[in-house]
């Protein structure tokens, strides 16, 4: 089930709240330390006015509370709200047996024991799940990973505790894979907000709608995107619509990953089908993989993998989605010299296809070293970045590479004061935001633009084929 967090300071708002997200919501959960004082006192009223499962909650201050209220007047508010038709009570894992326990079980309405930990993953989460799930009807823990290998312990919770109901939640950015597979964690319920009212939730409209996440079930594939950071990636929007227009039960999903072995690790535990590899991990990912393709070889870096019989398997899309959108302008001659920026894991698939193309490509990064270890694999020029402006006027094209103009760079450009003749072919492989910084300098000397959207879309169409069997549906809007 879909929960909508309801952290409103009217009933009012609550219920207005219920109204816009009900098409993609099963319950809600209302906040009361999020109501004020007044409005507290209607709280019992919640229920019968929304017509949908509630679960009431009153967290305290330490537990991610609005609201610095003693023990006792949280008590006797809750006690007062039981007088309505609540589905469920969250009722912490401290709390020693009560007269709200007492009351929700007189009126027959479930306990969840809930367990928040914002610091991070307690050591012995297992136990703590067994005994919560011992007090209540529900345990619930909502903590925080600090590393991707916090997140593979969650995912074996229900390996532990298979067959009790529970509700398993990682808070934060590592945790946001957590909330969209809610399912594989065997939680009951994945809870969702407008205005994320805790760390890392999504909308219920996303979680419906994008993701289906309700309708993951044992035989859901599941594929994804590793990177750091990755949540501003439109691959799982791309993707998740493509699965979904040729009914191919599958999902796609963001993970933020701060070590490749333990991402190989998790798609080993979960029997992942295949993932998207976005910066810094292109290369990372190599020593991983029992089979690699000429481009993966040649290039030097890796941004799909894929599961085949008995090991993984590294594609690189990148150069295809990358040469497409001007490869008609290299045929006609229009593009016979380029300028790279940036000599990261895109910059290798780049600067091959380029040269493969006959085009006479030079590197300008910050950190020569890289640059030129590029340079050498393609017999090519480098340079430092700083030199930028002495290749004015004398290139046909320009590719920018980096992450600068991206956010939270995006007033940023990494050529600055580079002027335009405006006969160059502009590239920038940031899809978002569209019109970068370099972008719009460029448009204003009359260039003509290539987006990263361009390149998200070639390469990604590659990637589903390569996932799926299938070719991406072209009557499917991306996204991009």
């Given amino acids: ?193 407008d205005s994320e009212v805790a760390p890392g939730q999504l909308s219920a409209k996303t979680l419906k709608t994008e993701y289906m996440a309700d309708k993951v079930n044992e035989q859901t594939a599941i594929y994804g995107i590793i990177g750091n950071p990755v949540m501003h990636s439109a691959s799982p929007l791309m993707h998740n619509r493509g699965f979904h227009a040729i009914n191919f039960n599958a999902i796609y999903v963001p993970f933020l990953v701060d070590n490749v072995r333990s991402f190989f690790m998790f798609a080993e535990y979960v029997k992942m089908r295949g993932f998207s590899v976005t910066v810094p991990f292109k290369v990372d990912v190599l020593s991983y993989l029992g089979n690699i393709t000429r481009e993966v070889k040649q290039i030097g870096s890796c941004n799909t993998v894929v599961r085949v019989p008995g090991m993984w398997k590294g594609i690189n899309t990148d150069y295809y989605g990358f040469i497409k959108p001007i490869v008609k302008d290299i045929d006609d001659g229009r593009i016979k010299s380029a300028l790279v920026i940036g000599a990261g894991g895109a910059s290798h698939a780049i600067v091959w296809a380029l040269r493969n193309y006959g085009v006479k490509v ?84 009359g260039c003509h633009l290539h987006f990263g959207s361009e390149m998200l879309l070639e390469q990604g169409k590659l990637q589903f084929e390569a996932f799926t069997g299938y070719h991406y549906p072209h009557w499917v809007d991306s996204g991009l």
Avoid: W
């Avoid at 004015?392 to 003749?421: A, C, M, R």
């Fill in 1 to 193: 089930m879909i929960c909508l967090t309801l952290a409103e300071d009217s009933i009012e708002k609550a219920i207005l709240k219920v109204e816009e997200n009900r098409e993609y919501i099963d319950l809600c959960e209302l906040r009361m330390d999020a109501l004020s004082p007044d409005e507290m006192k209607k709280a019992y009223a919640f229920p019968s006015l929304v017509n949908i499962p509630v679960i009431l909650t009153f967290r305290r201050k330490i537990d991610g509370g609005r609201i610095e209220i003693s023990e006792r007047s949280r008590r006797l508010a809750l006690l007062d709200a039981l007088k309505g038709d609540f589905s469920y009570v969250d009722i912490e894992e401290d709390i020693k047996k009560s007269e709200v326990e007492d009351k929700a079980r007189e009126k027959g309405i479930k306990i969840i024991r809930s367990l928040h930990d914002f610091e991070k993953v307690p050591e012995d989460i297992f136990s703590r799940l067994y005994h919560l799930s011992e007090r209540g009807d529900i345990a619930k823990v909502a903590v925080t990973p600090k590393s991707f290998q916090d997140v593979l312990t969650l995912f074996r919770v229900e390996e532990e505790l298979r067959g009790r109901e529970k509700i398993v939640i990682a808070m934060g950015p590592f945790g946001v894979a957590t909330r969209i597979l809610y399912k594989k964690l065997g939680s009951f319920l994945t809870f969702c907000s």
């Fill in 362 to 445: 030079t590197i300008l990064n910050r950190t020569l070293s890289r640059a030129e270890n590029i340079a050498k694999l393609n017999l090519c020029d480098y340079d430092s970045i700083e030199n930028a402006k002495k290749y004015e006027g004398s290139v046909d094209l320009i590719v920018q590479t980096t992450s600068v103009g991206l956010y939270p760079d995006e007033d940023k450009n990494p050529i600055e004061g580079f002027k335009f003749t405006g006969n160059e072919i502009v590239y920038d492989i940031i899809y978002k935001p569209k019109m970068t910084k370099l972008l719009k300098e460029a448009e204003k000397a």
